[in-house]
């Protein structure tokens, strides 16, 4: 049904994806997930451990033993390592900037969280975020959206944000990655947001989702 059905939304980094879907979550009354905190737990979890995220087999390893869950609390998704919920300093640290998408490469991490995501869907109706959203966890969906951003209006905002963040380098590894890729799924709405307001972009959304 249109009405259980997730919104997905896609796009590079710094884009604007997580501003724009929560707003877009808050305005359609759905749970907002964002998926890009659970493979920046993972990562987390797996430097703490001590491994060096180049590794594949010992993150392989040491991911295997991560107990991580993700409650829906008052509408917001929640991730908490072994019952410990990550505050937004830890999620975004440099070193998880800088491991992050190597960890989110290896095929079995993004199984499980994959897993994870699709369970969400039965907990009500959703916007999802992320790099695989449409193309991977709902290739079904109904309700696809690309955000896109230029290059350097992405490194401005997040420069903005007063965070230190390869983000070039970080797009590199995602689209050129094997495993689930980011790319512009199919049947999604591409929404360049480069030039526009967080809330002309939220307008564009939901204008371009057509629910009614
Ligand atoms: O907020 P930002 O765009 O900087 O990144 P994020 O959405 O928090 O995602 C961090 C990293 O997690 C990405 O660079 C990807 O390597 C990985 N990721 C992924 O592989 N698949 C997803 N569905 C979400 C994130
Ligand atoms: O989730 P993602 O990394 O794609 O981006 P974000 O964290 O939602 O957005 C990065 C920054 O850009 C935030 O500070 C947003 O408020 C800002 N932004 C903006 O100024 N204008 C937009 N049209 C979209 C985002
Ligand atoms: O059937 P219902 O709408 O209640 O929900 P669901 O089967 O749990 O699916 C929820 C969301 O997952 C919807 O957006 C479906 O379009 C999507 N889905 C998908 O894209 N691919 C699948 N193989 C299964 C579900």
């Given at each position: ?111 499980r969280l994959v897993a994870d995501q699709r369970a969400l ?42 965070l230190t963040d390869q983000i070039a380098e970080r797009d ?6 094997k495993n689930s890729p980011l790319v512009i799924p199919a ?26």
């Amino acid at each position: 049904s249109v009405a259980a059905s997730v919104i997905t939304i896609d796009g590079p980094a710094a884009s604007g994806k997580s501003s724009i879907a929560r707003l877009v979550a808050q305005r359609l009354g759905r749970t907002y997930v964002n998926t890009g905190n659970m493979y920046r737990a993972m990562t987390w979890a797996v430097l703490q451990a001590g491994v060096d995220p180049k590794n594949a087999d010992a993150v392989r390893a040491a991911a295997a033993d991560v107990v991580i869950e993700s409650p829906v609390v008052e509408g917001k998704i929640q991730i908490c390592i072994s019952g410990r919920t990550l505050t937004d300093a830890e999620l975004n640290s440099d070193l998880v900037n800088r491991a992050v998408s190597l960890i989110a490469s290896v095929g079995e991490v993004r199984d499980r969280l994959v897993a994870d995501q699709r369970a969400l869907a039965a907990t009500g109706p959703l916007v999802m975020e992320g790099r695989d959203i449409g193309s991977v966890v709902f290739p079904d969906s109904p309700h696809k959206i690309y955000i896109d951003a230029s290059e350097e209006v992405r490194a401005s905002r997040r420069g903005a944000q007063g965070l230190t963040d390869q983000i070039a380098e970080r797009d590199r590894m995602d689209k050129e990655r094997k495993n689930s890729p980011l790319v512009i799924p199919a049947g999604a709405i591409v929404i360049d947001n480069s030039h526009i307001t967080l809330e002309e972009a939220v307008d564009q959304v939901i204008a371009a989702l057509q629910l009614t």
